[in-house]
């Protein structure tokens, strides 16, 4: 059975200090008002989960009919998730590692959630 917002809204405001809230539109869960860590995608489909880059990766090669990105997502710490084949264990575990993840001090931070980018060499004024 397809997974729904509803079995999301479950899982998501299960967790302690999480919020419900709305983002581009769509609902949104946060952590006490402050880090968004997964939402609707606009396509009604699909589930936009916080993760890194390394976890995203994995879930891709072990599933890309559940687990893809679109051109938009490619530099952010983003997986989006097919509701209609992701099981409820792993919609469960996901939902926790995206609170984790926003969690930590990296999450927070809107430096770590790009890639990082190519060092230039340092120039001195002197």
Not at 31 to 37: K, L, M, N, P
Not at 83 to 101: E, G, I, P, S, T
Request: one cysteine or more.
């Amino acid at each position: 059975m397809p997974a729904t917002l509803k079995t999301v809204r479950e899982l998501a405001l299960a967790i302690d200090g999480v919020e419900e809230c709305t983002s581009y539109g769509t609902p949104a869960f946060k952590i006490r008002g402050g880090t968004g860590f997964l939402r609707m995608h606009q396509d009604g489909k699909s589930l936009v989960v916080k993760t890194t880059f390394e976890q995203r990766k994995e879930l891709m090669e072990a599933d890309p009919a559940t687990y893809y990105i679109t051109d938009h997502y490619l530099e952010y710490e983003w997986v989006l998730v097919s509701l209609a084949r992701v099981n409820h264990d792993a919609l469960r575990d996901l939902v926790r590692m995206a609170w984790r993840f926003a969690g930590s001090r990296k999450g927070r931070t809107g430096r770590d959630s790009r890639k990082p980018r190519k060092s230039r060499p340092a120039t001195w004024n002197n």
